[in-house]
Antibody, heavy 119, light 114 residues
Framework: QVQLQESGPGLVKPSETLSLTCTVS????????WNWIRQPPGKGLEWIGS???????NYNPSLKSRATMSVDTSRTQFSLKLSSVTAADTAMYYC?????????????WGQGTMVTVSS | DIVVTQSPDSLAVSLGERATINCKSS????????????LGWYQQKPGQPPRLLIY???TRESGVPDRFSGSGSGTDFTLTISSLQAEDVAVYYC??????????FGQGTRVEIK
């Protein structure tokens, strides 16, 4: 059974670039859509972007081109970089994956990694 | 930009009673080429990641109890919990994931026991 585990720095300074990794166990990154979703403390879910395993990407335009996703098939990892972060980027960040019955859905989720933006 | 709006923001239902949550998209999420609605429902309990309940607007994910059902098409959708159980207390989100649109979550609906 595929499992996802997010990892990241925990604390990032304003204006810096946030880098997160989603490590996949029990499966590969060579299928379905791979999604990043975030949730500010006490608030709702925000879709960040999705990447099809073939490499095509779709980002939330509200992030104004600050987000970049990539897949490393050799290391079975899915990554997110978010540049020029501000306090508004403080959130729990989740990676999620589709399935054979719904490629685009977020069927399998990681437990999330909390990121705080503060000097 | 596409906007997805849920109603109500919260509701309190007695155990065993029906709970209904609505989701409205500002653009149609129905795709004629494959006759599906790109709309899903998620449940999130405190301290946990969300869980997919329903996809294609009305298909239950494996393992989801049959008291959860989804309906609707185009721009208007509904999640129904036919007989509320204590373990259903959670926040519920709809999300549209149409491949030509920016994928968007609703703001969430909190379900509590009356």
């Amino acid at each position: 059974q595929v499992q996802l585990q997010e990892s990241g720095p925990g604390l990032v300074k304003p204006s810096e670039t946030l880098s997160l990794t989603c490590t996949v166990s029990g499966g590969s990154v060579s299928s379905y859509y791979w999604n990043w979703i975030r949730q500010p403390p006490g608030k709702g879910l925000e879709w960040i972007g999705s990447m099809y395993y073939s490499g095509s990407t779709n980002y939330n335009p509200s992030l104004k081109s600050r987000a970049t996703m990539s897949v490393d098939t050799s290391r079975t990892q899915f990554s997110l970089k978010l540049s020029s972060v501000t306090a508004a980027d403080t959130a729990m960040y989740y990676c999620a994956r589709g399935s054979s019955v719904c490629f685009e859905c977020s069927v399998t989720w990681g437990q999330g990694t909390m990121v705080t933006v503060s000097s | 930009d596409i906007v997805v709006t849920q109603s109500p923001d919260s509701l309190a239902v007695s155990l065993g009673e029906r709970a209904t949550i609505n989701c409205k998209s500002s653009q149609s999420v129905f795709e004629k080429s494959n006759n599906v609605n790109y709309l899903g429902w998620y449940q999130q309990k405190p301290g946990q990641p969300p869980r997919l309940l329903i996809y294609w607007a009305s298909t239950r994910e494996s393992g989801v109890p049959d008291r959860f059902s989804g309906s609707g098409s185009g721009t208007d959708f509904t999640l129904t919990i036919s007989s509320l159980q204590a373990e259903d207390v959670a926040v519920y989100y709809c999300q549209q994931y149409h491949p030509t649109l920016t994928w968007t979550f609703g703001q969430g609906t909190r379900v509590e026991i009356k």
